[in-house]
């Protein structure tokens, strides 16, 4: 999603929302390594810290902040004509959906893409396609499926490049649980269950 499909490249602005969850955070290390500037958007301060650590140069808090108000004071508000390539964002990561979804759209500079890989929040969101086609946007999917990027992300792990940030480990008799802190928002990184 984010260099086959999505082409982040070095000095591209990335917005990152639900960073601090398991796609989250390696979208966060991936864009740093291509050289992007990294915001990632999260619940807590406490995830803004982490995420400060694996990469992100700037965080936004989405439970004190509307992220399409901080990306317009930071960065920004995109227009059409004039300096639009320096206003606003280059790419959002959008795996959630829902409400999310078209704010996502308003952020984006002239040409910009919007990334998804998910719909953790709702796969039927509301649409306003005037963004799209008024800021020449592009939507891109990925399935993830593909060998050669499973074998480069793997590599990436191997070589230390890329970290696998695993929160906790649970034995099976305990899934509830840790479906509970997934549900609750509880979690940075991956939960992994074992057998």
């Given at each position: ?71 317009y004071e930071r ?24 409400d999310t979804w ?33 800021f020449e946007l ?58």
């Amino acid at each position: 999603m984010m260099f086959t499909n999505g082409r982040v490249t070095a000095g591209e602005k990335v917005l990152i929302l639900g960073a601090s969850g398991g796609v989250g955070v390696c979208c966060v290390q991936l864009a740093r390594l291509a050289g992007a500037t990294v915001i990632a958007a999260a619940g807590s301060a406490g995830k803004a810290t982490r995420l400060r650590a694996l990469g992100a140069d700037d965080t936004i808090n989405y439970i004190e902040e509307d992220f399409v108000q901080a990306i317009y004071e930071r960065y920004g508000k995109p227009v059409r004509r004039g300096v639009s390539r320096d206003r606003g964002v280059d790419v959002v990561v959008n795996y959630t959906g829902g409400d999310t979804w078209t704010r996502s759209l308003r952020v984006l500079r002239v040409g910009g893409r919007l990334l998804t890989c998910g719909a953790t929040a709702g796969y039927d969101p509301c649409e306003d396609i005037r963004f799209i086609w008024t800021f020449e946007l592009q939507i891109l999917g990925s399935n993830g499926w593909a060998r050669e990027d499973i074998a480069a992300l793997l590599d990436m792990v191997q070589t230390g490049q890329l970290k696998a940030v695993i929160d906790a480990t649970y034995p099976l008799e305990r899934a509830a649980e840790a479906l509970a802190r997934l549900e609750d928002r509880q979690v940075f990184g991956k939960l992994v269950i074992v057998p």
